[in-house]
């Protein structure tokens, strides 16, 4: 938000998910603003932010969505899984009902968003140590079974969310090199360029939008 | 207006209109003009600033806000020359070859199905309205990307208006229109517009050349920061604690929220609709009446900081611009619309004045401070919590429903399984009735019988006469056979022939216990014949000592029937029946060795000899045996020996082979007895046990 338009080459639109309360948008504001935003009101239906990072040189916007993990917004939430690069899915590592959800939101994810997002793992509040209900090694290996990338992170400190929101973008940017993310689906959540004017209009296509199955008024 | 006055919560009618005073519902974002007198008004200002820059004089630019637009679209345009694909594309642009549009139209998904459901309804409007639906289509979008790079988003906002006033026109007075009734008419002008739009969608909502997501995430961050905002504080009648309250406040809510993911404007206005008709729906449920525009937008402004919409500034942006400008101004449409932008200036604005509450309380609330929980937020964690004990509930209601068809079930087979025992207990007692079993005498040990017989008082006459009409006749009486290979026995096929016959008293065909396993083997014997014909008894005659055969020989049963039918008589003679038990899970074979070694006295009441009650011992247990044969000095003693030495065998066999072995013998066996007279070396085998 800070930087001017145009300065940057690619958005990469992400969701974030998971149960309330985990610290969604804790992270998210220790990602953007960089601070702990400690009494952070609930999320009702989805929240954006976006950041400007730099991945191989290019200058990369980051669109982030922040859903509510609440069961009653989940219509509204589920239309902004579509199109999205990447999807952090997060679990409070103090409380282990948390991570036992993360089958059925990984279920959600990989039914509503294509093959080519990325889905990184964060199991949040890693500095509560004292807390800890779920450990490193099991989440660690229920990564590794469903191809997650993992990492545990704290949206108070700030630990490794840096490193979580940077290597999703970097995973994204190099399936795009590989040719494994087509930017021209209309859904693949990358944008080349802003939508410009008349500027690839192929790729500008997979843009805003979110639920375009809902327009069915 | 709204932008100069003190936001207040409660708004007369008149100012939600145009400042003209055209009577249409103004908007914040046309300077409180109608859009058709905001147009006007940019009109003359863009006349002035011509007429101003003619004069090079710049220093009375119109508006911050213009200058900053201004400023945004000069630094655009710089960053662009640096980015060598625009520079390209832009080039590409001024050829203004046609197929850029239709390249719009492949790639976005949405304008395809669009104009598939255009294409399927075309045969109501007809082939020539449908080319000249699409020309125009084409001409506008082709005129918007042509001008994307050159004009602000307000010029390309007049643009889109011109087009649709444009095609309104044509098609009231094209003579292609001509057929065309005035509902279809509609419904293309509103396709017109909902099928350009969604296909420029990605180019004009939010665009990078302005700063709508700016106000985005200032309006979020605002909304964000006024979340200790309650009911109450807007003196709005909304009760935040009940049930159903909240469920029709959640349906608002959630109306609101779709708007983000529609991209026609008409169907994002329609979720605006749909979100202030459920907010009339939650004032009238908890006034329990009709909803005063008064306490309209104080429950407005409620939802809207509630629900914290994404892209509220975006998506009211896009309305306001690209929207049809009639349906704006007036009608429901146009009243809730112009409503919610009453809302989110009174959210960008508002202070502690306008919440009635002291500056310090506003400050600490805003700052963080003093953070309160409302009973809103409570509601919602326990809704959240409530969601899951729910969710619990279920999962457990479906278990327990599972686990009572479990027990069911379980039930129903325990019943059926009784029933089949029933079943087969009256099976098997109609066919013993029918086919009673009788053990009778073997010639062989005749003598010793009427020895044994003539000791006891009555009757005697009758045993040894029924007797010695088995031996002479050669019955097929019932036969037990206790093979044992005897060391040292010349013969091949030694057998033991027990008799039990004298012993015990025949009770009456009714009185047979049934059994299950007799059926069972008569039924199955063939089959276990064949299966089992490379066991023969010869086999069996070299096993060990320790190998125990019993050879029953049901086969005799059915021939049995004509002998005993003949043996009238010898059927009342105190020969010994045995009453298998139909329950023993070894069957025949071991009921023969123990429950007619056991028929106690119950079983025997009705026993129509009495005297042969007498006999009624257990032939195992050897105490009673010796007891009577001590006492009385009868042939049993003699008898017995034989018994007392294999019996004990048969009740622990070590070998025992089954059934299946048994009914090996069963072809070994000759049907009945008769051949005993090639078997004289019985008595033998028995003297010889004698002597073991
Ligand atoms: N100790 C600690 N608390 C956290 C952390 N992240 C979030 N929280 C707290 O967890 C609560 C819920 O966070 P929030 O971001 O609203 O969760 P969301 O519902 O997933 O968006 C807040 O009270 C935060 O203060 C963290 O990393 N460490
Ligand atoms: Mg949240």
Known sequence: ?217 | MYATKQPSLRIKQADLKCKNGCGYFGNADWDGYCSKCYRNQMEKERQKKSKQSQQGDHSKATSFSKFEEKKRQQSDKKTKYFLPVFRKTSSLKETGRPEKYIDIRQMNPDADKLLAEFISAYGEWGEAVRKDFLKCVQSFTSKIIHELDLKSVEELADIAQNYYQLYNNRLNNNAVYQSVTPEVRDKLLDFFERYSMVSLYTFLFCPPSTNDEEKDLSIQDRIRKLSWVNAHHLDCCISETSLEVRDLVYTAINDLLGMDSMKAPQEKLACVVRCCRSVVEVLQHCQGGPVSADEFLPALIFIVLKANPARLKSNMLYVTRFCYGARLMQGEAGYYFTNLCCAVSFIENLTAESLNMPQQEFEAYMSGEVTCVSAWESALVACEGMHQLCEHLSLLKGLSERMTAVRDDTQKLKDDMHRLKEEINDKVTSVLERTPLVIQPRKTILPLTMEFLKSLPPLPDKVEGAASDEVDTAPKYYQQNITMNQMGLSNPKPKLQLDITPCVSLPSASEVKPSLSTEFLTVASPAVDKSLDSITPDDNSYLGLSKINYDIDFSDISAENSIIEDLGESRRSPTMSFTPDPFSPMGTGCTIMQSPLVPSAAEMPRAEDPPARKNDFVLPFLEEIEKEGTSEETLLDKVEETPTICLPPPIKPTEYTGFSKQGSKIPSIPCNTGDFSSLNSTPNAGSSKDTN
């Open chain 1, 1 to 217: 938000m800070s930087a001017g338009p145009y300065n940057y080459s690619y958005i990469f639109k992400y969701i974030i998910i998971g149960d309330m309360g985990v610290g969604k948008s804790c992270l998210l504001h220790q990602f953007t603003e960089k601070k702990f935003m400690a009494d952070c009101p609930h999320t009702i239906g989805v929240e954006f932010g976006t950041r400007i990072i730099e991945v191989s040189g290019q200058k990369i916007k980051l669109q982030i969505w922040d859903t509510a993990g609440q069961e009653r917004f989940r219509a509204v939430t589920r239309s902004y899984y579509r199109g999205a690069a990447g999807a952090l899915m997060v679990y409070d590592i103090t409380r282990r009902s948390t991570y036992n959800h993360l089958s059925s939101w990984l279920t959600d994810t990989r039914n509503l968003t294509n093959p080519s997002t990325v889905i990184f793992l964060i199991g949040n509040k890693c500095d509560l140590e004292g807390q800890r209900d779920v450990t490193y090694e099991e989440a660690s290996k229920f990564a590794e079974e469903n191809g997650l990338m993992f990492v545990e992170a704290s949206a108070k400190t700030g630990d490794n969310v840096e490193e979580a929101f940077l290597e999703t973008a970097k995973k994204i940017y190099q399936s795009i090199q590989d040719g494994r993310l087509d930017l021209n689906a209309a859904e693949s959540g990358v944008q080349h360029k802003p939508s410009q004017p008349g500027g690839r209009p192929g790729t500008a296509a997979g843009g805003d939008q979110p639920g375009r199955d809902n327009c069915a008024c």
